[in-house]
Nanobody, 117 residues
Framework: QVQLVESGGGLVQPGGSLRLSCVAS????????MGWYRQTPGKERELVAT???????NYADSVKGRFTISRDNAKNTVYLQMNSLKPEDTAVYYC???????????WGQGTQVTVSS
């Protein structure tokens, strides 16, 4: 059974930083591409960043230059380092594994990120 557990969210002021973590179990983590998505009330879940099994990242235009996705295969964990946070980054952040570039299978419970002064 695949399980994804996100953590690291919280309340931060504009311009601040947070580091999200997602621990995966029930999959062979190292061979899976992974992604971070986010969702705000009333909106579709949107892609934030992806990382291939080989470690190549890709980012949504809205977060390029501010967010960094990385992975530690030894810890079955994917990270999202978020810098220069803006109020519009406020959302629930989810991780998922990707198959052919699309979300596949279950989602975690998400972690809330709130950017506010």
């Amino acid at each position: 059974q695949v399980q994804l557990v996100e953590s690291g969210g919280g309340l931060v002021q504009p311009g601040g930083s947070l580091r999200l973590s997602c621990v995966a179990s029930g999959i062979i983590f190292s061979i899976n591409a992974m992604g971070w998505y986010r969702q705000t009330p009333g909106k579709e879940r949107e892609l934030v960043a992806t990382i291939t099994s080989g470690g190549s990242p890709n980012y949504a235009d809205s977060v390029k230059g501010r967010f960094t996705i990385s992975r530690d295969n030894a810890k079955n964990t994917v990270y999202l380092q978020m810098n220069s946070l803006k109020p519009e980054d406020t959302a629930v952040y989810y991780c998922t594994r990707l198959v052919r570039g699309l979300p596949f299978g279950s989602w975690g419970q998400g972690t809330q990120v709130t950017v506010s002064s």
